[in-house]
């Protein structure tokens, strides 16, 4: 089975812009959830998207959005990018009924 | 508040020799545990999970335990190999309604085995 892929790896974006960044999960997996990784504050979870609703929200602004697509596969946006938004975003799906999350290789975005 | 906490930012090893990396939570409600392995500019990779109404798993070289008492788990891995230098991350989750179940990390301990 393929595992989570992610598309851009690497994404250079400068203050103001907006990005999306997408995210296919493993065959048969109907959740995907996302998570920013920096250097200060670790692994902190964005959002979870179950059947194309979201079912749960973490402690982000709102510029931070998501969406999900019947064929599960799913994309976030940042909306008027900030420094502090430079991170490697990761993407992980699962059954979506509890249990193992299997993570991409994530996004790597600098923002300028 | 950090509700996972890995207190050891760093650990040495011999090859050969057992690595034990250790997590504490404070979240009761937490019911499930996760183990993963993180290589530098890739995404976490799953290593072994343990229940919350186990004590321990096994798989191969990596053991998982938990004290739900302590609140305290440990990953042990016999025996070490050059290979398992990484990053290692604790996880745990419960369910936060809805249906969902979000990971809560600890920030990560460097593991080297030294050949």
């Known amino acids: 089975k393929a595992g989570v892929t992610q598309t851009p790896r690497y994404l250079i974006k400068t203050r103001g812009q907006q990005v999306t960044l997408s995210c296919s999960p493993i065959?048969?997996?109907?959740?995907v959830s996302w998570y920013q990784q920096t250097p200060g504050q670790g692994l902190q979870f964005l959002f979870e998207y179950f059947s194309e609703t979201q079912r749960n929200k973490g402690n982000f602004p709102g510029r931070f959005s998501g969406r999900q697509f019947s064929n599960s596969r799913s994309e976030m946006n940042v909306s008027t990018l900030e420094l502090g938004d430079s991170a490697l975003y990761l993407c992980?799906?699962?059954?979506?009924?509890?249990?193992?999350?299997?993570f991409g290789p994530g996004t790597r975005l600098l923002v300028l | 508040d950090q509700q996972v906490k890995q207190n050891s930012p760093s650990l040495s090893v011999q090859e050969g020799r057992i690595s034990i990396l250790n997590c504490d939570y404070t979240?009761?409600?937490?019911?499930?545990f996760l183990w993963y392995k993180k290589y530098p500019a890739e995404g976490p990779t799953f290593l072994i999970s343990?229940?919350?109404?186990?004590d321990k798993n096994e798989d191969g070289r990596f053991t998982v335990f938990l004290n739900k008492s302590a609140k305290h788990l440990s990953l042990h891995i016999v025996p070490s190999q050059p290979g398992d230098s990484a990053v290692y991350f604790c996880?745990?989750?419960?369910?936060?309604?809805?249906?969902?179940?979000?990971?809560?990390f600890g920030k990560g301990t460097k593991l080297s085995v030294i050949p």
């Open positions: 065959s048969g997996h109907r959740s």
């Open positions: 996880a745990a989750s419960y369910h936060s309604g809805a249906g969902s179940y979000q990971l809560t």
């Open positions: 343990i229940s919350s109404i186990k």
């Open positions: 979240n009761s409600m937490f019911d499930y």
């Open positions: 992980a799906s699962s059954l979506g009924l509890g249990g193992t999350q299997y």
